[in-house]
């Protein structure tokens, strides 16, 4: 089983992605906005999902080469999702909205090519 580190502040977003996620095989790590760069390290994920505020971690797991090799999906409203995509160095995107489909999907692909 893939283990997946979600970090979504909302908590009824975060329980609908993990809800899904796990009934798709997944074993999710519910993080929180403060996880740090050590914490991923401790719990080795597969994959991790963020939304947009969290893109300074996503710079630093990427600047990190421990980390880096980890992949890191970016979902978001935000108009300008590829530009902070390519800021941070996430390996992936999912524009909202989008189907829960789509972000489990991603994710599978994403944590079994590693």
């Known amino acids: 089983m893939k283990h997946l580190l979600l970090i979504e502040e909302d908590t009824d977003a975060r329980e609908m ?18 996880t740090s760069v050590d914490d991923v390290i401790k719990l080795n994920p597969h994959v991790i999902i963020i939304d947009p505020s969290h893109t300074k971690l996503c710079s630093d797991l990427k600047a990190n080469e421990l980390t880096n090799p980890l992949p890191v999906i970016i979902y ?8 902070i995509v390519n800021k941070c160095g996430a390996d992936a995107v999912v524009a909202k909205p989008f189907e829960l489909e789509d972000l489990v999907h991603l994710a599978s692909r994403v944590a079994y090519k590693n």
């Open 76 to 83: 978001s409203s935000t108009l300008n999702v590829n530009k």
């Open 17 to 34: 992605l993990a809800f899904a996620l796990e009934n798709n095989g997944f074993e999710v790590i519910k993080g929180e906005k403060n």
